[in-house]
């Protein structure tokens, strides 16, 4: 079982491998401004939150970032998890599950009325953890960039 920790200045490098790691995974790339600033958000835990999932040694294996925001169906705020990510060497020993059970525990302390997420069609990987552990909405995501 995978402890969870909130992301600190002191774990820039290892939030970075596995950073970078999950934009490879999705062929993104991000300019380095833009991770210096996403750092930052997510070590001040003010708009921008994030954990480290850890193996039994204390290593960082996985991540999440989440944010709330307003809703419109709703008077209270909603959890968007943002990112998720877990070393493919550490897959299938419950990080996964435990990073979201992590956002979702600080959501509903929170007041949020639920956390969503996004993910490619083609993660099945992903997917069959998502389908256990949430219901689908059937959405599809689109969107313009600005």
């Given at each position: 079982m995978s402890s969870i920790?909130?992301?600190t200045a002191d774990d820039r490098p290892a939030w970075e491998a596995l950073w970078q790691a999950y934009l490879t995974f999705y062929e993104a790339e991000v300019p380095a401004d833009v991770t210096e600033s996403t750092f930052q958000r997510i070590v001040a835990d003010e708009?921008?939150?994030?954990a480290f999932a850890r193996d039994?040694?204390?290593?960082?294996?996985?991540?999440?970032?989440?944010?709330?925001?307003?809703?419109?169906?709703?008077?209270?705020v909603v959890c968007y998890l943002e990112d998720l990510y877990v070393d493919p060497?550490?897959?299938g020993e419950g990080?996964?599950?435990?990073l979201i059970e992590h956002v979702r525990d600080w959501a509903r302390l929170f007041g949020a009325t639920s956390v969503y997420w996004h993910t490619k069609e083609d993660n099945a990987t992903a997917r069959s953890l998502y389908d256990k552990v949430a219901t689908s909405t059937g959405f599809v995501h689109y969107e313009i960039e600005l």
């Open positions: 920790t909130p992301i708009h921008l939150h994030g039994a040694e204390g290593r960082p294996i996985g991540l999440v970032h989440w944010l709330t925001h307003p809703g419109t169906w709703t008077s209270k060497d550490a897959r990080a996964g599950t435990a």
